[in-house]
Nanobody, 124 residues
């Protein structure tokens, strides 16, 4: 069983930055495919980006060049660095994990473990 705990959300002005953290326990991070999703009010949960076991990353077009996922295997923690934030980035952000090696890993059904979510609000 894997437990995920997100932190780092908050309120920021448009153009600002935030870094979200996702601390994993119960399994070594290097054995997990990790992803970030987000869900805005009234909308479905959507894929933001993912980090493969080797650290390779893939992002949705709307955040490319602005968001970066990184891993610290020693701390068993994944990060989502968010720069140049826009009001449309406002959502609850979720960390997700799976031990399955998916080629893309962009669907919510691809992931077995989820964090509780952290709110990110970007004001205009």
């Amino acid at each position: 069983q894997v437990q995920l705990v997100e932190s780092g959300g908050g309120l920021v002005q448009a153009g600002g930055s935030l870094r979200l953290s996702c601390a994993a326990s119960g399994r070594t991070l290097s054995t997990l495919l990790m992803a970030w999703f987000r869900q805005a009010p009234g909308k479905e949960r959507e894929f933001v980006g993912r980090s493969s076991r080797s650290g390779g990353t893939y992002y949705v077009d709307s955040v490319k060049g602005r968001f970066t996922i990184s891993r610290d295997n020693a701390k068993n923690t994944v990060y989502l660095q968010m720069n140049s934030l826009k009001p449309e980035d406002t959502a609850v952000y979720y960390c997700a994990a799976t031990g399955t090696t998916w080629y893309m890993g962009t669907r919510t059904d691809d992931y077995d473990y989820w964090g509780q979510g952290t709110q990110v609000t970007v004001s205009s």
